[in-house]
């Protein structure tokens, strides 16, 4: 995670608010967030402005990597030989790791992952933090200076 300095201006409760929320729904309350501030011609500031459309793009890039999971894996089905390795792959992804009857919870270890992710991304906007992914937070920088 990297501290936000941007303009020297510190980071509201309302903005991480949003950005949380914008990590939890995938995006649809920062979209709805852009979208008001479009409709009243105001700017969001950086902080804010870099949540949102970074869990968008997250939640973009799940989709698609799950999308392209379920069509190879439906082609692998439907070959003779590779059907039984199809069905492990299946398995594997699928399998319940952990499971907490009495919520009606249960989790595979992708999506284990990404929960523990989610918890450390909003620890991280509570301290008015940015987490930093690689590639895509370099691809964000780049992105936020033609915003700003």
Same mark, same amino acid.
Request: aromatic share 14%; proline share 1%.
């Given at each position: 995670?990297? !501290?936000?300095?941007?303009?020297?201006?510190?980071?509201?409760?309302?903005? %991480?608010?949003?950005? *949380? &929320?914008?990590?939890?729904?995938?995006?649809?309350?920062?979209? &709805?967030?852009?979208?008001? #501030?479009?409709? %009243?011609? %105001? %700017?969001?500031? /950086?902080? +804010?402005?870099?949540?949102?459309?970074?869990?968008?793009?997250? #939640?973009?890039?799940?989709? =698609?990597?799950?999308?392209?999971?379920?069509? =190879?894996? $439906?082609?692998?089905? !439907?070959?003779?030989?590779?059907?039984?390795? @199809? @069905?492990?792959?299946?398995?594997?992804? $699928?399998?319940? =790791? *952990?499971?907490?009857?009495?919520?009606?919870?249960?989790?595979? #270890?992708?999506? &284990?992952?990404?929960?523990?992710? +989610? *918890?450390?991304?909003?620890?991280?906007? /509570?301290?008015?933090? =940015?987490?930093?992914?690689?590639?895509? $937070?370099? /691809?964000?920088?780049?992105?936020?200076?033609?915003?700003?």
């Amino acid at each position: 995670m990297i !501290k936000v300095q941007h303009n020297s201006i510190k980071v509201t409760n309302i903005e %991480k608010i949003i950005s *949380i &929320l914008s990590y939890i729904t995938m995006g649809i309350v920062g979209l &709805l967030w852009l979208i008001i #501030a479009h409709i %009243k011609n %105001k %700017k969001l500031r /950086f902080f +804010l402005m870099y949540n949102v459309v970074q869990s968008m793009v997250i #939640a973009i890039l799940l989709t =698609i990597i799950k999308l392209c999971l379920d069509i =190879i894996l $439906s082609i692998l089905a !439907k070959l003779p030989i590779l059907d039984f390795i @199809a @069905a492990i792959i299946y398995y594997i992804i $699928s399998f319940k =790791i *952990i499971r907490f009857y009495s919520l009606g919870i249960s989790f595979t #270890a992708f999506e &284990l992952i990404l929960f523990l992710l +989610l *918890i450390y991304i909003i620890i991280g906007i /509570f301290l008015g933090r =940015i987490f930093y992914i690689p590639y895509l $937070s370099d /691809f964000m920088n780049r992105t936020m200076k033609n915003y700003y």
